[in-house]
């Protein structure tokens, strides 16, 4: 009886251990001053534009911290990966990014951009170490929108206190405008999920080699039905290979993207679905608990 009572007393401690980090996510609200980054080529009236797309006005703007991103700043980013005259020589990209609870993952909205996907931006952000995040991207008439990744990363390093490190930063970039150039082959939402797909892979598998991330490329390729062209492949190993070294987490990175990885789920594509530690502390004392609540009613 002595055992048993101790047995008790070991599920009791487990399960409230399990509750203690739900209790603290419910209770991690919002509370910082969400932050817009304006193209700081706008004129007033495109301004007005973007507030517009935003959903507040010139009077609302009190409760947002706002910087500007310059044309500068969007080549240092993109010169490496888009033309010159791709970039442009105004800064037009706006940004509005909000803080949200805990665990909500990043949920991005677009309007007037034409290159780049939600789903693309999710991706990018993600890498670029975002999390928990409600990101808005607008531009004052359709615009690519490659730029506004400079203009999130830049908010949400004002937003939190944390810069983006320029690895992250470039990869990010990096990513964005090879899935937007995949996108005009095979289509915007497949090319998301593609390197949705292939980050998985080369994540939970550590693979840096360009055989390995080719093998996986291929994979990807079968899984979704697409066919990417041998260019591309080369340009997605060189990717990976830096996404490999950000040493992203498995299970962050799925659930800040979380959206764009049920849908792959619902395609009946097998992701790595390895439990994080925590996730498998408590479900070992679940079971625990669930074979003392089964002893004691077989006593009775």
């Known amino acids: ?51 517009k797309q935003f959903g507040i006005t010139e009077a609302d703007l009190a409760d947002y911290e706002t910087i500007e991103v310059t044309n500068k700043e969007e080549h240092e980013y993109l010169d490496e990966y ?25 949920q991005v909205e677009t309007h007037n951009i034409s290159f780049c996907s939600k789903e693309m931006y999710t991706n990018a952000l993600v890498t670029a170490g975002i999390s ?11 615009i690519s929108g490659t730029a506004a990744l400079v203009g999130a990363m830049k908010a949400y390093g004002e937003m939190t206190g944390e810069d983006v490190g320029l690895e992250q930063s470039d990869a990010a970039t990096n990513e964005l405008v090879l899935t937007s150039e995949l996108g005009d082959s095979i289509g915007k939402e497949e090319a998301a999920q593609f390197v949705a797909l292939l980050k998985d892979k080369v994540v939970s598998g550590d693979l840096s080699s360009e055989e390995d991330i080719r093998g996986a490329i291929e994979e990807a390729e079968d899984e979704l039905n697409l066919q990417i062209s041998d260019n591309m492949k080369t340009k997605m190993v060189g990717l990976m290979q830096k996404i490999n070294g950000l040493d992203l987490d498995l299970d962050s990175l799925k659930d800040q993207a979380q959206g764009v990885y049920d849908k792959l789920k619902d395609m009946g594509i097998d992701l790595d679905d390895a439990e994080g530690v925590w996730e498998k502390i408590c479900s070992f004392f679940a079971m625990i608990w669930e074979a003392i609540v089964g002893f004691f009613k077989s006593l009775f």
Do not use: H, N, W, Y
């Open 1 to 51: 009886m002595k055992r048993a009572i101790r047995l008790i007393f070991a599920g009791v401690l487990a399960l409230t251990m399990c509750l203690v980090p739900m209790q603290f996510s419910e209770a991690d609200s919002v509370s910082v001053k969400p932050f817009i980054a304006f193209g700081a080529d706008l004129s007033a009236k495109e301004k007005k534009e973007v507030l």
């Open 82 to 106: 888009l033309a010159s005259r791709v970039i442009g020589t105004r800064a037009l990209s706006s940004v509005m990014i909000e803080e949200a609870d805990a665990g909500s993952g990043i």
């Open 132 to 142: 928990d995040a409600t990101v808005t991207v607008a531009g004052p008439f359709q």
